[in-house]
């Protein structure tokens, strides 16, 4: 998810002392940005990173809507040096390439053809090696798209996909392993049944290993939590009451114990040298 770094801000603060004031009001009146008190700061007396402190003073980054705001300011920004023939395409692709870079290093999704930005998702990821476990990871991709659109807007929502993404996972690897599994099955037993088929239950660590047994062991604990409170606050079960107490952090919590989940047992299926190969053999 992208991220207002320093250097994020001190990339558009150098653009602007470059526009006419009323140019930096247009481009943040244009995206609902209202104009705070007065910003001065010793040492730097340019007018034009003043005004845009005065705008920024009145956002707060941590929420949500003001995040996408100033989001779009950048990707307007952008926009202009893509299509400015002076500073885009036909003078500066440096320019470009540089907002590019730093913005996706800093999590932003930039499309660099257009000069679009998003925020990102705050959703679950796994590494393209670990997908490439699967034959078909369409399902667990589903899944994590849900994710992306659902913890800060619906974090309901997004504690029940993160069941289901560990449901799915613990499928996939047992079918990936051979092993067949009922449609009843549930999932603190779908877990342990994956979990052993990799050679990741608990009791097949060694006594010597007793950090790992515990980690292991924790790690069934936390998706049986996932499961747990999808059942107390997901939309799966109709309720006489919503819980209204649920916020995204709590889905970022949940969501972040299952991403551990599934990207450890995808990547143990996909490595070469994984203890289950030598059992095989």
């Known amino acids: 998810m992208g991220s207002f770094t320093p250097r994020v801000m001190r990339l558009l603060s150098d653009h602007l002392t470059g526009m006419p004031l009323r140019e930096i009001d247009a481009l943040f009146d244009d995206r609902g940005v209202a104009l705070g008190p007065e910003q001065p700061r010793e040492n730097d007396e340019s007018v034009r990173r003043e005004r845009m402190r005065r705008y920024l003073v009145t956002l707060d980054l941590g929420d949500a809507a003001d995040a996408q705001r100033l989001t779009a300011v950048l990707g307007d920004v952008l926009q202009r040096i893509v299509q400015d023939a002076s500073t885009g395409w036909g003078g500066d692709d440096g320019l470009r390439g540089k907002w590019v870079r730093i913005l996706r290093e800093d999590g932003f999704d930039v499309d660099d053809t257009t000069g679009a930005v998003r925020l990102g998702r705050a959703g679950a990821k796994l590494t ?154």
Do not use: F
């Open 128 to 281: 393209e090696h670990a997908l490439n476990a699967l034959p078909d990871p369409q399902s667990i991709q589903d899944h994590l798209r849900r994710l992306g659109d659902s913890v800060d807007t619906d974090p309901r929502l997004a504690v029940s996909t993160a069941k289901a993404l560990i449901e799915s996972t613990a499928k996939c690897v047992l079918t990936a392993r051979g092993q067949s599994y009922t449609r009843a099955a549930k999932v603190p037993a779908l877990v342990n049944a994956a979990q052993e088929s990799l050679g990741l239950a608990p009791k097949s660590v060694s006594d010597e290993d007793r950090a790992l047994r515990q980690a292991l062991q924790s790690l069934i604990t936390l998706t049986q939590s996932v499961t747990e409170l999808r059942n107390t606050v997901g939309i799966d079960h109709g309720a006489e009451e919503v819980p209204r107490w649920v916020r995204p952090r709590h889905a970022r919590l949940v969501v972040g114990a299952a991403q551990v989940w599934c990207q450890l047992m995808l990547e143990t299926l996909a490595d070469p040298d994984a203890p289950w190969r030598r059992a095989k053999t």
